[in-house]
Nanobody, 135 residues
Framework: EVQLVESGGGLAQVGGSLRLSCAAS????????IGWFRQAPRKEREGIAC????????DYADSVKGRFTILSDYRNNTIFLQMNSLKPEDTGVYYC????????????????????????????WGQGIQVTVSS
């Protein structure tokens, strides 16, 4: 059984930092592209960060670029989302996701941004974790 388990969420101050973790069992992240998505209150879920190790690319939504970073610890089969300079609009439920499809696409060449953010391309999802940024 495949499981992705997020941790590290909670309450943060504006301008503060949090590091989310996503630990996998049943799969190896070395064989998957990795995505982080979030769903803000009363909004649809959106992709905010993804990493395709097979083509060496990492991409971020404009709203988090320069503030969030995907980090990988393949030895412990864990990925992280380092979130700095947090803003109230970063509040939401955060999900990690893994995609073998995007990993395979990356072996053939650069993966398009549209493909990276398409939720249907992701095979496994975590349960989600709440992040609240308060002033």
């Amino acid at each position: 059984e495949v499981q992705l388990v997020e941790s590290g969420g909670g309450l943060a101050q504006v301008g503060g930092s949090l590091r989310l973790s996503c630990a996998a069992s049943g799969i190896s992240f070395t064989d998957y592209a990795i995505g982080w998505f979030r769903q803000a209150p009363r909004k649809e879920r959106e992709g905010i960060a993804c990493s395709v190790s097979s083509d060496g690319s990492t991409d971020y939504a404009d709203s988090v670029k320069g503030r969030f970073t995907i980090l990988s610890d393949y030895r412990n089969n864990t990925i992280f989302l380092q979130m700095n300079s947090l803003k109230p609009e970063d509040t939401g439920v955060y999900y990690c996701a893994a995609s073998v499809h995007l990993h395979v696409m990356g072996l053939r060449g650069p993966v398009s941004r549209a493909s990276l953010w398409a939720e249907g391309n992701y095979d496994y999802w975590g349960q989600g974790i709440q992040v609240t940024v308060s002033s």
